[in-house]
Each structure stands twice: as structure tokens, then as C-alpha cells.
């Protein structure tokens, strides 16, 4: 079926270079073009699309406000933004209505890559026995209330680190949980910290605040209590993911951007795990016995039972909050990077490798000679083969 794309820009030789470059692409792709976000709107109301793709600094309304407006008005679609600016504020204004940045100039072959990977997700989301099982979930769980404070001041014009810190300062439970977490062994940090603003400029405002939502939506499972699933060991795995990945995206030498989300991704690897525990208890002690019996992966017990796997209901949950693509990656295809089709060693195998790796070094610190679970062919695809024990090596000594 073709995907329909719209384009937004209000310079118009920007729309006719676009249209020329993109014309070989007709066949898959039904294009349209207009110069303002009012235009676009009225397009919306005419004819269904699945991609929009706007420039951010256009008269009357900007791409942050065009994204925010269609985001509310039809939710399922890919929200690209395609900005000349590097406009640091411009950008955090955006930073919940765009799944995706491209920069301008933009090679088609980028644009392209990016549209494609934005579809396969949509279309991965929308399958029907993911969609069965969330239809049996009373109510999603929904952005928690301390992170979505601190998403509403980033896009606010005064947004600033000094004002994300203070947000966090005046709830005293959570300053505690942030400090005791950025402060314990497993997380690295130099020096001791002593503020929640002193952790946002050593750890920048993404880690932060998702350090926020993993301890609000952690809690909130915690508070329950789940019979089935030992919620601290499972935070407990995923701080140290989100860590490692971090870490291994460092190594890799990815720009901050890709490091930052990593760890994002590590944090909110296995959070689908409690929501499928919690909504389907008894299905999930099939799991669980299921992978005693069999000595197989969770996943692949889940996806027997269940028909849906916790990394795929995990990246569900997280599309539907609107965090970045990549991070949605990274969490849907952390058992099966070889599925996702993200070109090169990016999040899904970053948040594949460093879950392995915080597994065996628990259970077997530093004698494990293979990872169990390791998705080879992604590997070898990668040509990663010989660099596991590297990481592992400089992990250790960090
Ligand atoms: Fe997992
Ligand atoms: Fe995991």
C-alpha cells in the first residue's frame, strides 16, 4: 500500500527542490506538498496521511506548534521534522510532538531511510495480536505526573536546566530516589552529587528526566506488588542496562544524542514485562513456567502463550508516550535486533548487547564465555564479533 507523505515548508523552492529529488519514488510514496501549517491542517481534514514532514521556523505557526496540533488531532501519524536550524530552542519546544530530526540539508538516501523506519514501526505497532492484548489492558499506564511537568517546562519558552532542577527539588521523595540512584555504585558518576540540578548538568536533562519516569512508573508497580515478577530485580537489571548502554554507545564512539538514548532505552527495556504480569496474570505463569520447563527466553515463552512479546508491548507503551524512534527500537527489538531495519550498530543492538551483558556478569561475573541469547547474525552482520569482550573488559575497569 502507499504510504501518504506531507511536506510542509514555507520557503518554496525548498518543496520543488524536495518534490524533483523525490520523484522516483512515486510508485510507494503519494506526495504532497504545501507552504504553511495552516495549509497542512486543511490537507489533514481532506485526505488521511501517514508521514508529515515540516520545516520549524515558518511564519504564523512553527513546525513545534503544526507537530503539537497534529499530534492531538491524529495521533497515529509519523511526525517528521525537517529543520535548517540547530535552534537549541526552537528544538526542546518540539522535543515531544517529533519522533524524528532530520537536518538540512538532508540526503534523500537519509530521508528516506528515516520514513521507512518511522512506517515499519507504525506498521509493527498495529498488528493485530499486539492489538488483541493491549485491548485486554483496563487502562495503559500514562506518562507520570512528575515527568510530564518536566516535559511541559522544556517546551515552554523559559526552558532551562536551572528550572527542570527546581521542578524536581520540590518533591522531596523523588530528589531523595534521584540522588540515592545517581550516587550508587552501578551508575559511575565521579563525584558525589548533591542536587537535582547538579545531576541534570553531570548527566544532561534526558538521562535525568528519564531516570524520573523509570522511578515513577517503577513505583507505581512496586506499590502493587507483583506476585509473578520481582519488580526491584527487574529496576535493578534496567538501571544497569540503561548504564551499560550508555556506556557501550560511548565506546562505539555515538554522538551524545544516541548515548543519552540509549541508556533511555536500557532503563524502559523490560518495562513491558510488569505490564503484561500485571494484566495477564495467569497467561504470564504459564510463561514463567513454561521457560523453566523449556529452558527458552522469556520472549519466546511470551510470544507462545501470549502471541506478543514484553519488548514489543514495552515499545507500544513507549510510542504511545512519544519518545524518540530510536528509543522505541531499542526497547521493541532489544531480544531480536536482527528484525528491526535500523541500518548499523544502533539502539537495538546496543540495548541487545548490554542486556546480555549485565545478565551474565550477575550470574557469572567475568568467567562467561558466550552470551546466551546473543542474536549472531546481527553480530556478524555488524562485524561486532570480536568487540563483545572488549566492551566487557573496559566495562569492568570503568
Ligand atoms: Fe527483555
Ligand atoms: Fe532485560
Same mark, same amino acid.
Given at each position: 500500500m502507499k504510504q501518504h507523505i506531507l511536506f510542509v515548508d514555507d520557503e518554496p523552492n525548498i518543496l520543488k527542490g524536495l518534490q524533483r529529488s523525490l520523484r522516483p519514488l512515486r510508485k510507494c510514496w503519494d506526495m504532497s506538498f504545501v507552504e504553511s501549517g495552516r495549509a497542512a491542517l486543511e490537507k489533514l481534514e481532506e485526505k488521511a496521511c501517514d508521514v508529515i514532514i515540516s520545516d520549524?521556523?515558518?511564519?504564523?505557526?512553527d513546525g513545534a506548534q503544526l507537530l503539537q496540533q497534529v499530534q492531538k488531532s491524529y495521533p497515529m501519524m509519523v511526525r517528521i521534522i525537517l529543520s535548517g536550524h540547530s535552534d537549541q530552542e526552537l528544538i526542546m519546544k518540539s522535543v515531544k510532538s517529533a519522533h524524528q530530526y532530520l537536518s538540512k540539508p538532508c540526503e534523500k538516501e537519509t530521508l528516506i531511510n528515516a520514513v521507512n523506519r518511522a512506517c515499519s514501526l507504525k506498521a509493527l505497532m498495529n498488528k493485530k495480536s499486539l492489538q488483541l492484548v493491549i485491548s485486554g489492558i483496563d487502562t495503559m499506564p500514562i506518562l507520570p505526573s512528575l515527568y510530564s511537568r518536566i516535559m511541559a517546562e522544556l517546551r515552554s519558552?523559559? #526552558?532551562?536546566t536551572a528550572g527542570v532542577g527546581d521542578i524536581i527539588s520540590q518533591d522531596v521523595g523523588m530528589t531523595a530516589k534521584v540522588l540515592q540512584l545517581v550516587n550508587s555504585?552501578?551508575?559511575?558518576?565521579?563525584r558525589h552529587v548533591a542536587s537535582p540540578a547538579e545531576a541534570v548538568v553531570l548527566l544532561g536533562i534526558d538521562v535525568v528526566k528519564t531516570l524520573i519516569l523509570s522511578i515513577e512508573v517503577f513505583s507505581e508497580y512496586r506499590q502493587r506488588?507483583?506476585?509473578?515478577?520481582?519488580v526491584s530485580r527487574v529496576y535493578e537489571h534496567c538501571v544497569k542496562t540503561g548504564v551499560i548502554a550508555k556506556k557501550i554507545a560511548e565506546m562505539e564512539k555515538k554522538d551524545k544524542e544516541t548515548s543519552e538514548n540509549a541508556m533511555i532505552s536500557g532503563l524502559l527495556h523490560d518495562l513491558g514485562r510488569l505490564l503484561l504480569a500485571e494484566n495477564f496474570p495467569e497467561d504470564y505463569q504459564e510463561v514463567m513456567d513454561l521457560v523453566k520447563q523449556e529452558q527458552c527466553g522469556i520472549h519466546e515463552a511470551e510470544l507462545e502463550i501470549?502471541?506478543?512479546?514484553h519488548a514489543e508491548i514495552g515499545g507500544y507503551l513507549l510510542s504511545l508516550w512519544g519518545l524518540p524512534d530510536n528509543i522505541i527500537e531499542g526497547v521493541t527489538f532489544?531480544?531480536?535486533?536482527? #528484525?528491526?531495519? #535500523?541500518?548499523?550498530?544502533d539502539l537495538c543492538g546496543i540495548v541487545h548487547v548490554a542486556n546480555l551483558i549485565e545478565y551474565h556478569e550477575r550470574v557469572q561475573p567475568g568467567v562467561w564465555e558466550n552470551l546466551v541469547g546473543l542474536d549472531q547474525k546481527y553480530i556478524e552482520k555488524q562485524g561486532l564479533t570480536g568487540r563483545i569482550f572488549l566492551w566487557r573488559d573496559n566495562l569492568r575497569i570503568s
Amino acid at each position: 500500500m502507499k504510504q501518504h507523505i506531507l511536506f510542509v515548508d514555507d520557503e518554496p523552492n525548498i518543496l520543488k527542490g524536495l518534490q524533483r529529488s523525490l520523484r522516483p519514488l512515486r510508485k510507494c510514496w503519494d506526495m504532497s506538498f504545501v507552504e504553511s501549517g495552516r495549509a497542512a491542517l486543511e490537507k489533514l481534514e481532506e485526505k488521511a496521511c501517514d508521514v508529515i514532514i515540516s520545516d520549524m521556523r515558518m511564519p504564523e505557526m512553527d513546525g513545534a506548534q503544526l507537530l503539537q496540533q497534529v499530534q492531538k488531532s491524529y495521533p497515529m501519524m509519523v511526525r517528521i521534522i525537517l529543520s535548517g536550524h540547530s535552534d537549541q530552542e526552537l528544538i526542546m519546544k518540539s522535543v515531544k510532538s517529533a519522533h524524528q530530526y532530520l537536518s538540512k540539508p538532508c540526503e534523500k538516501e537519509t530521508l528516506i531511510n528515516a520514513v521507512n523506519r518511522a512506517c515499519s514501526l507504525k506498521a509493527l505497532m498495529n498488528k493485530k495480536s499486539l492489538q488483541l492484548v493491549i485491548s485486554g489492558i483496563d487502562t495503559m499506564p500514562i506518562l507520570p505526573s512528575l515527568y510530564s511537568r518536566i516535559m511541559a517546562e522544556l517546551r515552554s519558552n523559559s #526552558a532551562s536546566t536551572a528550572g527542570v532542577g527546581d521542578i524536581i527539588s520540590q518533591d522531596v521523595g523523588m530528589t531523595a530516589k534521584v540522588l540515592q540512584l545517581v550516587n550508587s555504585s552501578f551508575f559511575g558518576v565521579p563525584r558525589h552529587v548533591a542536587s537535582p540540578a547538579e545531576a541534570v548538568v553531570l548527566l544532561g536533562i534526558d538521562v535525568v528526566k528519564t531516570l524520573i519516569l523509570s522511578i515513577e512508573v517503577f513505583s507505581e508497580y512496586r506499590q502493587r506488588t507483583l506476585s509473578l515478577i520481582p519488580v526491584s530485580r527487574v529496576y535493578e537489571h534496567c538501571v544497569k542496562t540503561g548504564v551499560i548502554a550508555k556506556k557501550i554507545a560511548e565506546m562505539e564512539k555515538k554522538d551524545k544524542e544516541t548515548s543519552e538514548n540509549a541508556m533511555i532505552s536500557g532503563l524502559l527495556h523490560d518495562l513491558g514485562r510488569l505490564l503484561l504480569a500485571e494484566n495477564f496474570p495467569e497467561d504470564y505463569q504459564e510463561v514463567m513456567d513454561l521457560v523453566k520447563q523449556e529452558q527458552c527466553g522469556i520472549h519466546e515463552a511470551e510470544l507462545e502463550i501470549l502471541g506478543v512479546t514484553h519488548a514489543e508491548i514495552g515499545g507500544y507503551l513507549l510510542s504511545l508516550w512519544g519518545l524518540p524512534d530510536n528509543i522505541i527500537e531499542g526497547v521493541t527489538f532489544h531480544h531480536t535486533p536482527s #528484525a528491526c531495519i #535500523a541500518e548499523g550498530f544502533d539502539l537495538c543492538g546496543i540495548v541487545h548487547v548490554a542486556n546480555l551483558i549485565e545478565y551474565h556478569e550477575r550470574v557469572q561475573p567475568g568467567v562467561w564465555e558466550n552470551l546466551v541469547g546473543l542474536d549472531q547474525k546481527y553480530i556478524e552482520k555488524q562485524g561486532l564479533t570480536g568487540r563483545i569482550f572488549l566492551w566487557r573488559d573496559n566495562l569492568r575497569i570503568s
